[in-house]
């Protein structure tokens, strides 16, 4: 039986989108049936043995629609979960703290965990107010995503679905 994965991420400007396409066709490559789609996308959770879900970070917190998934996926019985976060920035990456909402949607969603990933900036996506925002607390633009770290996860999350 092929195991059916939904892998969704709260994106504002693309850069988490991108990394939910990628550990979309990470598992994909390992024979996972794997649906990458944004959280508003999806109808419902029928049929999925797994969940990947993640959200861009933003003033600490996630994004409402990947909050609501979250809620979504606590209602449903048995999918399991794994969650990431994307959104510090620099070398090293900073903050180097959980958004605060992981803790609680951890625990309503019994996720199996939670990794928290660099994230990218690109001033020319921001609306005037976001970039005073990064000015006033001095982030840095730029990539900061480290592609080998989301592969080496999203392959521990292959391994736990092909051992069960």
Same mark, same amino acid.
């Given at each position: 039986?092929?195991?059916?994965?939904?892998?969704?991420?709260?994106?504002?400007?693309?850069?988490?989108?991108?990394?939910?396409? @990628?550990?979309?066709?990470?598992?994909?490559?390992?024979?996972?049936?794997?649906?990458?789609?944004?959280?508003?996308?999806?109808?419902?959770?029928?049929?999925?043995?797994?969940?990947?879900?993640?959200?861009?970070?933003?003033?600490?917190?996630?994004?409402?629609?990947?909050?609501?998934?979250?809620?979504?996926?606590?209602?449903?019985?048995?999918?399991?979960?794994?969650?990431?976060?994307?959104?510090?920035?620099?070398?090293?990456?900073?903050?180097?703290?959980?958004?605060?909402?992981?803790?609680?949607?951890?625990?309503?969603?019994?996720?199996?965990?939670?990794?928290? @990933?660099?994230?990218?900036?690109?001033?020319?996506?921001?609306? @005037?107010?976001?970039?005073?925002?990064?000015?006033?607390?001095?982030?840095?633009?730029?990539? @900061?995503?480290?592609?080998?770290?989301?592969?080496?996860?999203?392959?521990?999350?292959?391994?736990?679905?092909?051992?069960?």
């Amino acid at each position: 039986m092929t195991v059916k994965v939904l892998v969704s991420a709260g994106s504002k400007h693309g850069a988490t989108a991108e990394i939910a396409d @990628f550990i979309g066709e990470t598992l994909a490559r390992r024979d996972l049936d794997v649906t990458v789609a944004k959280p508003e996308e999806v109808a419902n959770l029928i049929g999925y043995q797994a969940v990947v879900l993640g959200s861009a970070v933003y003033a600490g917190r996630w994004t409402d629609s990947a909050k609501d998934l979250a809620q979504r996926v606590a209602a449903t019985p048995s999918p399991d979960l794994w969650l990431f976060s994307s959104g510090p920035l620099g070398d090293p990456p900073k903050p180097d703290e959980d958004p605060v909402d992981v803790s609680e949607i951890m625990e309503a969603t019994s996720a199996r965990g939670h990794r928290v @990933f660099a994230g990218k900036i690109d001033k020319s996506k921001l609306s @005037f107010g976001e970039r005073a925002i990064m000015i006033a607390v001095r982030a840095p633009e730029g990539d @900061f995503r480290d592609w080998d770290e989301i592969t080496a996860w999203a392959e521990s999350i292959a391994d736990t679905i092909e051992a069960e």
